[in-house]
């Protein structure tokens, strides 16, 4: 397959089959747009439990596969908030872990599961979640980054800390903590709530410059309720 980036604001990412067979999946309702030669079909991809375990790390429980009838056929599948779309080679990289949604699409031999943080209480704290995603296998995955993209290397035992939501993903040897904000003045009010992400190298981060969560929390104080 081949497959370009379009778009800066608002990007898509479209996909060019060259031989009938090839396919690509995506969480439901992820597809944009395709041309005629690709078929659709829909399920858990690995039954029930591995569908539940997408939903806790913030995917769907159905995942759709659209599988080219011809050489030539198209499908395009657009990011859902302003950013980036980074394609990652699974093949070369050996995958790597990431934050909830940051899935957005790839190959059929790419295979996407949960990961439990080694911690507990990096879960139940972090505020993105106990359950991470795991994408391993062979083949190009496609992640959303919301906002501007931020790539750093960290050198062995070089330490970053990150506002949880602006994390999209690191590689397995990249150490994940959540570390607690010191003072209580800071906790109280310096505006970036209790945890930090700590992030211990070596390896590959993936940072993102825009915390949707945060954005969305930020949109609802100016919406009017009925009360007003």
Known sequence: MKYRIIGDTMPAVEVMFDVPGECMYTQSGGMAWMSDGIEMATNTRGGFMKGLGRMFAGESLFMATYRAQRPGATIAFASTVAGRILPL?????????????????????????????????????????????????KGMVFLEIDGDMVDR??????????????????????RYEIETVKGLGNIFFGGEGLFL????????????????????????????????
Do not use: W
């Open 197 to 228: 992400t700590k992030l211990t190298g070596p390896g590959r981060v993936v940072l993102q410059t825009q915390n949707i969560a945060e954005f969305a929390g930020r949109i609802a104080q100016f919406i009017p309720t009925s009360g007003n």
């Open 89 to 137: 080679d699974v093949t070369a990289t050996g995958g790597m872990i990431c934050q909830k949604g940051a899935f957005l699409c790839a190959e059929d031999g790419v295979q996407l599961k949960i990961a439990l943080s080694k911690k507990f209480s990096s879960g139940l704290f972090g505020g993105e979640g106990f359950i991470l995603q795991d994408i391993s296998g």
């Open 153 to 174: 290397y960290l050198e062995p035992g070089e330490v970053l800390k990150v506002d949880t939501g602006n994390v999209v993903a690191f590689d397995r040897s990249v």
